[in-house]
């Protein structure tokens, strides 16, 4: 810094939107770099000097003892979501909140380990089992019909494996985990779950 030039008194526009999301977001120094086209080492520098001048730096609170989860954007998100559909894989999440897999993965493990989430919300891999898994229970077709649409021959197996795992494809049950979800909701710190248009 410096050689011979005054340093600025503040940061740049650009260095402050990189401190609010590296303050806000779980992104890490080298995803930032990466979208500001510059190298991890000057991201940590732009970090250091934000502290000097005065910038609270509250990274910690994104690291899991920090966490919370009733705080975090992404975790609510994440929640209004499941609430909806307890289908989905973390893939089609990550896309339908605009960030990266990674980084859902990691919200999505401590709305588990909270229990906000079941436990095996979001584990299975697979989009297109998601898919079939969903077609199976939103319509009356017969099972091998369903594993032939999606290209499962033994789709039936398929099935009593997940049902065994506890994954809820009961037909004609809407959002699947929504009723015991509306047992807990009673007692969740998290708003209500009216604002999903914005998903
Ligand atoms: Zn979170």
């Not at 600025?8 to 303050?23: G, H, P, Q, T």
């Not at 609270?56 to 919370?68: A, N």
């Not at 499941?82 to 289908?87: H, Q, S, T, V």
Request: positive net charge; proline residues 4%.
């Amino acid at each position: 810094m410096g050689r011979g030039r005054k340093p600025a008194k503040d940061l740049s526009f650009r260095d402050k939107k990189i401190v609010e999301r590296y303050n806000s977001t779980p992104e890490t120094m080298s995803r930032l770099a990466k979208t500001y086209g510059m190298s991890k080492q000057r991201v940590f520098q732009i970090v250091v000097r934000a502290k000097k001048l005065g910038y609270v730096i509250k990274r910690k609170e994104l690291l899991t003892d920090h966490h919370d989860a009733r705080h975090c954007e992404v975790c609510n998100k994440i929640f209004q979501t499941a609430g909806k559909e307890n289908l989905v894989t973390t893939r089609q999440l990550a896309q339908l909140l605009s960030i990266e897999d990674k980084i859902c993965q990691w919200h999505v493990s401590q709305l588990r380990k909270t229990g906000y989430v079941p436990k095996n919300f979001a584990t299975i891999r697979s989009d297109r089992l998601v898919k079939a898994l969903q077609f199976y229970r939103d319509h009356s077709l017969p099972t091998n019909d369903v594993g032939r649409k999606f290209g499962y021959k033994n789709f039936y197996s398929i099935l009593s494996y997940q049902k065994k795992k506890g994954i809820n494809v009961e037909r004609g049950s809407k959002p699947a985990f929504m009723s015991d979800f509306e047992q807990e909701k009673r007692t969740l710190p998290f708003p209500t779950v009216n604002q999903t248009e914005s998903l």
